[in-house]
């Protein structure tokens, strides 16, 4: 798996907009993945509301489903979660250490 973070040179003139200039400069890499972590967080507030008076969790098994477990984790830790399943004991030491 082939991952680019922050091409050296993204247009950022023309008739396309900003995301859709990134996503061609990174087309040689396969594709491109946008997380938004603002929605993340927004849903699982929603369900913490939800769960109310028991405790609401996160799964961030599997890379949190690719989006990246440190930075998912890091930003629901901010946001106020406090529990969080994994698949693994690795899974388990990289979130520990991110939050």
């Known amino acids: 798996?082939?991952?680019?973070s922050a091409p050296k040179s993204i247009p950022?003139?023309?008739p396309l907009s900003a995301e859709a200039n990134q996503a061609a400069a990174l087309a040689p890499y396969g594709g491109v993945l946008t997380v938004d972590l603002d929605a993340i967080i927004a849903n699982w507030r929603k369900l913490e509301k939800t769960a109310v008076p028991a405790e609401c969790s996160a799964v961030i098994k599997a890379d949190a489903y690719g989006c990246g477990a440190e930075q998912v984790s890091r930003a629901?830790?901010?946001a106020g979660c406090k529990t969080f399943f994994v698949a693994t004991i690795e899974e388990a030491r990289k979130v520990r250490a991110a939050v």
């Open 76 to 78: 629901l830790s901010k």
């Open 12 to 14: 950022q003139s023309g």
């Open 1 to 4: 798996m082939t991952m680019a």
